[in-house]
């Protein structure tokens, strides 16, 4: 929405949030935040800002200024949210969904790594029959899908009508890859050269943006998915 939210290391580790309505900012700073290094480490949604800190996860509520641990010394790795639902990967290697309204969870995958929110559905890369690929969780129909890639992806983010990714094109470069809801198909979205690297995807509800870096160029790439109508059915076999 309005916000931005990024972690500050100087003499003490703290989280910062600044409100794009009324040009102010806030600092929330204290013994929770001890060994959060990184914003890869926090996702927020709302009024809702989640971390990872000491195997813990932490929510702050921006609106009452409260924060509490969700779950104590369950957690690996990434928390990702969306409106009252959070994941995370379990020190076990499962991946976890939370409901903030029951304040209950359950492992949705024995495994599983880097798992993104959107809607009903959550991406994450697993392996299955010892190939890396990503997985599509739908949380209303509790069924999983899988998605072919290589064994080299990463940078996995999803948005209203796909999911996008860094990919390995050969040996020397990397591009970025969707998959498309309307028709489940695997898509190139940025083109390659010598030596080329297209890194780090990110979403925003119906647009891509990426980095992308060909022949020792850097630009900053731009993509706009079709508009899907409708709810999110990972299940659509076009």
């Not at 809702?48 to 369950?74: A, C, R, Y």
């Not at 898509?187 to 925003?204: A, D, M, N, V, W």
Request: proline fraction near 3%; charge should be negative.
């Amino acid at each position: 929405n309005n916000k931005i939210v990024w972690v500050e290391i100087s003499s003490a580790i703290s989280l910062h949030i600044f409100d794009l309505t009324t040009n102010t900012e806030r600092t929330i700073q204290g013994a929770k935040m001890n060994n959060i290094y990184s914003s890869t480490d926090l996702d927020f949604y709302g009024n809702n800002i989640i971390w990872l800190d000491d195997s813990k996860v932490f929510l702050h509520d921006l609106q009452n200024g409260s924060t509490k641990e969700l779950m104590p010394g369950s957690a690996k790795l990434l928390p990702s949210i969306w409106k009252n639902k959070i994941s995370w990967v379990q020190s076990s290697g499962g991946i976890y969904l939370y409901d903030l309204v029951t304040g209950s969870g359950k492992i949705i995958a024995q495994e599983g790594n880097s798992p993104v929110i959107f809607e009903n559905l959550i991406a994450y890369w697993c392996t299955r029959n010892s190939l890396r690929k990503i997985c599509l969780f739908d949380i209303s129909k509790n069924t999983e899908k899988e998605i072919n890639t290589t064994n080299l992806g990463n940078s996995l983010s999803i948005g209203a009508n796909f999911i996008v990714w860094q990919d390995s094109v050969d040996a020397l470069e990397t591009a970025i890859f969707y998959y498309d809801f309307s028709d489940s198909k695997v898509k190139q979205l940025s083109k390659y050269g010598p030596y080329s690297e297209s890194k780090i995807p990110s979403t925003s509800l119906t647009r891509v943006a990426w980095e992308d870096g060909t022949y020792g160029l850097s630009a900053i790439m731009v993509f706009d998915p079709p508009v899907v109508s409708g709810n999110l059915d990972i299940d659509n076999d076009g």
